[in-house]
């Protein structure tokens, strides 16, 4: 059986969160003075804030599209809605195709097993098969550089190197629809060329590609459409080529 096209549907797709332990106006007071944040609402005596609101999107295959908003706008929490890890509470999210969310690199990491042991733990969190993970290691440990380091744990590990573990471990997947947060250079120089490639070679794989992003650099790079959030309230899609007009509006 033929599998459906690669696809993201959302139909007014609202996210609320609610508030524990805070005053209404005095949150209302922060989002402002920071000016961002969604809308804050009340229901059934707790404070809420709309993260998400009223959201249409429309993605076939080979669309790039790029999310751009000041921190807080919902551009994290469209991404992690559309991996599955929010319900909408109003709205609809359809997505057609094998996601690979690379949101967190440091998601799944155990500091206290080996960098071999924690490149299979992100393969299965990834949904690989143990015989796919097997098939993919040596090429993961090669990328990562750290040679014999892979056989310590990584609690003992610099920062950098953790960095290169996570990330080398993290784009180790192959997806239809490729979800990325803000990406923050990892390792020297040497490495972030290695890296920058490996991600072009992971777009290009990939049926959709979403990425949120402050860079817009990378964006006109990566991308060949851009959406900009702000409160949660999501602009039209555009062509990338708008990017400076859409940013200044």
């Known amino acids: ?14 996210l609320r969160f609610p508030v524990y332990g805070v005053d209404a106006k005095s949150l209302k007071k922060h989002l402002a003075k920071i000016t961002v944040g969604g809308s804050l609402g009340r229901s059934h005596g707790t404070t809420e804030v709309t993260a998400l609101s009223n ?41 057609q195709g094998h996601i690979a969310a690379l949101l967190d690199l440091n998601l799944g990491i155990d500091p206290s097993a080996t960098g071999m042991d924690n490149i299979r733990l992100r393969g299965r969190i990834a949904g690989l098969s143990s015989k796919e993970i097997d ?17 310590m744990p990584v609690k003992t590990y610099s920062a950098g190197m953790q960095a290169r573990l996570a990330f080398a471990a993290a784009t180790a997947v192959e997806a ?16 972030q060329k290695l890296a920058h490639k490996r991600l072009l070679k992971l777009v290009e794989r990939a049926g959709i590609l979403v990425l949120a992003s402050h860079d817009t650099d990378l964006l006109r790079l990566y991308c060949n459409k851009v959406m900009r959030l702000e409160g949660g309230v999501a602009s039209p899609v555009t062509d990338i080529k708008k990017l400076d007009e859409l940013m200044a509006a």
């Open 1 to 14: 059986m033929k599998a459906p096209p690669v696809s993201i549907s959302c139909q007014g797709l609202t």
């Open 55 to 95: 959201l249409n999107l429309e993605l076939k295959a080979g669309d790039r599209l790029g999310l751009v908003g000041h921190n807080g706008s919902g551009k994290t929490t469209l991404l992690r809605a559309l991996s599955g890890a929010y319900e909408p509470d109003e709205g609809t999210i359809e997505v």
């Open 176 to 191: 239809d629809v490729l979800l990325m947060d803000e990406w923050i250079a990892v390792g020297d120089a040497d490495f």
């Open 135 to 151: 098939a993919k290691l040596p090429e993961i440990a090669e990328f990562t550089g750290l040679g014999a380091f892979l056989a």
